[in-house]
Structures are given as C-alpha cells and as structure tokens.
C-alpha cells in the first residue's frame, strides 16, 4: 500500500472514532494525533536502517509540534488513532495492532531498565482512556479497553476491561451478547463501547438492559409463536417486523460513502 493511500486510510478511520471531524481537508491539517503517527512512520523507517541520532531527531520535531512522544523503535499497526494527543508517550519496545485508540496522556511505558523488551504489546482493536498508564512488557488483548487514569501492571485479556490503580479486571466481555449489542447499539446510533455492562453511567447501563431485553424477547416470542402453530394454533400470522440492521445503518453507509468519495479525490500532494 503506497503512502498516499495508507494516508487516506488514516483520514478515514478518523470519521470513525470522532464525531467532530467534519471533512478530510480539516482532518488532513489539523489533527495531531495523525501527524505524530506520520511522523513516526519516517522516523521509524530511519531507525530500522540504522540511521538512529536521524530517526530520534525526527522523533523529537515529533513532538516539539504534537506534544506527543513516540520512540522511533516503536511498531505501529494500521489505522492508529491518538484522539487529542497531548502527553502520550510511547516506549521503544511497545507493539500496538491495528485499529487500536489512545487518549490524551496515555503512557506505554517500561517498569525497568535492562535493555529488551520493557514495554507493552498492544492487540487489535484496544482503546485506551485518557491518562492511563499501562507498564511493563505485558499484553493487552484484542478489543481490551483501559478505563481513563488505571494504571495496568498486568495482562489483560481479550475483550476484557480494566480500570483503577492497580489495574483490575471488571467485566469480561461474551462475545455473543458483545457482538449483539455492537449491531443494535450501530443502529439506535450509539456508541458500543457506551452501552457496555461495565460502565458507570446509568443512562447507559439501563440503555444497554434494554438492548439486551430487546434481543431476548424477540427471540421468545418467535418461540413462543412456533410452539403454538405446532400445537394447531394459528397465531403470529404477521411476523414481527424485522430488526433490518442494514435499513438503519443506510444514513451512515452514505456517509461513509460521501467521506470515501472525498477522500479518492483528496491529494495531499496537491
């Protein structure tokens, strides 16, 4: 994948994970967050060439302009998104999959200083919120989150979430009531991670018991409905009309598309 393209791949995740990003040009020339990922990408190409006063001296114009710290040793995944930015350190030895978010003031840091690796390994899909701190060479599995200012000295598990000093495993996610949630939450226009089971907003939590009811009692109903047809009833001549995830999303699949065009016609080049 050429730079340019790898660019609008950025651009586009961005539309994504923040609702105040309005256009392409705007996301292009004014959100830190990427620059900083950009600017890694050269210096982390200078030091895996062993060009490496070049590639800290890159890092350090990094951020001069950012206010964000990443080593030039670092691993970066695609469509990696810093929202805000300011403070964020990430070590030499860390490791972060693709599709992964911090927040501001979210250190990847490193609890020694023998030379190895120190630092965390993120999976795919992680969000970190804003001030944690997550240290030593652990592991943070796919679609973990860390609750804003934890401090994580320990593994965390796939899709589990984690808050607190020290860090502490709060809710593991089932993946099937997850992946339910995800589709139905998409639709109604929330967030998924805003409905889960361990967040502290009860707004939120009563909205995501009534996904879930929603969920259940469509499926007792179709049931309840089949067993007394079979018994020689002759209800639910009318199926329910049916939850059409694709007839909701519609609004957003065009806007994606929208995005999409501007961004094929979007040279940064230019």
Excluded at 50 to 60: G, I, M, T
Excluded at 203 to 219: Q, R
Aim: hydrophobic share 40%.
């Amino acid at each position: 994948m050429g730079i340019w393209q790898r660019i609008k791949e950025d651009i586009n995740s961005v539309f994504e994970r923040d609702p105040a990003a309005r256009n392409a040009f705007e996301v292009f020339t004014s959100y830190p967050g990427l620059h900083a990922v950009w600017w890694h990408r050269l210096a982390h190409w200078l030091w895996q060439r062993d060009a490496k006063w070049l590639a800290r001296a890159v890092s350090n114009l990094n951020r001069f302009f950012t206010g964000i710290e990443i080593h030039p040793g670092a691993r970066i995944g695609r469509r990696f998104f810093i929202d805000h930015g300011m403070g964020v350190v990430i070590g030499e030895t860390a490791e972060i999959g693709d599709d992964c978010t911090l927040y501001h003031g979210v250190t990847l840091g490193g609890t020694s200083w023998k030379a190895g690796k120190r630092h965390p390994t993120l999976g795919k899909g992680v969000v970190i919120g804003a001030g944690a701190k997550v240290l030593g060479p652990l592991m943070i599995g796919d679609n973990a989150r860390i609750g804003s200012n934890a401090v994580v000295i320990k593994d965390v598990p796939a899709g589990a979430t984690a808050i607190g000093i020290p860090g502490r495993i709060v809710a593991q996610q089932d993946f099937q009531t997850s992946e339910q949630r995800q589709a139905m939450a998409k639709k109604y226009g929330f967030d998924a991670y805003a409905v889960s089971q361990d967040n502290p907003d009860p707004v939120a939590k009563a909205i995501g018991a009534l996904l879930d009811h929603l969920h259940m009692v469509d499926g007792k109903v179709n049931d309840m409905c089949k067993a007394i047809n079979d018994l020689g009833g002759d209800v639910c001549k009318e199926k329910l009309p049916e939850l059409d995830l694709e007839e909701f999303a519609r609004d957003e699949q065009e806007a994606a598309s929208k995005r999409q065009s501007e961004l094929d016609r979007f040279d940064p080049s230019i």
